[in-house]
C-alpha cells in the first residue's frame, strides 16, 4: 500500500506500508463512504472524520493530564533512537 499525504510543514510524505494486516484494514475502511481514511461512526449513525483536536482530547480525558499526540510522537521516537 502507497501512502501520500501532507505531512509536517506541508512536506508531501510518500510511504510504502507492507504489513498485510493493515493493508487490509485500510482496505476495510476505503469501503466507507467519505474520503478521509479515519473515520468513526458515531451514535446517530452517521460517519465522523476523527481529527487532530479529537484524539488530543481523547488523550487528555482518559490520562487526566495535559499530553497530545505529539507528545506520544515524540516519546516513540525517543524509545526507538534509545534502542
Not at 23 to 49: D, M, S, W
Not at 56 to 69: G, R
Amino acid at each position: 500500500m502507497h501512502l501520500n499525504f501532507p505531512g509536517k510543514g506541508q512536506k508531501q510524505q510518500l510511504v510504502d506500508v507492507h504489513d498485510r494486516r493493515l493493508v487490509r484494514l485500510a482496505q476495510k475502511y476505503q469501503e466507507l463512504p467519505g474520503q478521509e481514511l479515519i473515520r468513526h461512526l458515531n451514535g446517530e449513525g452517521c460517519y465522523v472524520t476523527v481529527e487532530s483536536g479529537d484524539v488530543n482530547a481523547y488523550l487528555m480525558e482518559i490520562s487526566e493530564e495535559n499530553f497530545t499526540a505529539k507528545e506520544f510522537r515524540t516519546w516513540c521516537a525517543t524509545v526507538l533512537t534509545a534502542a
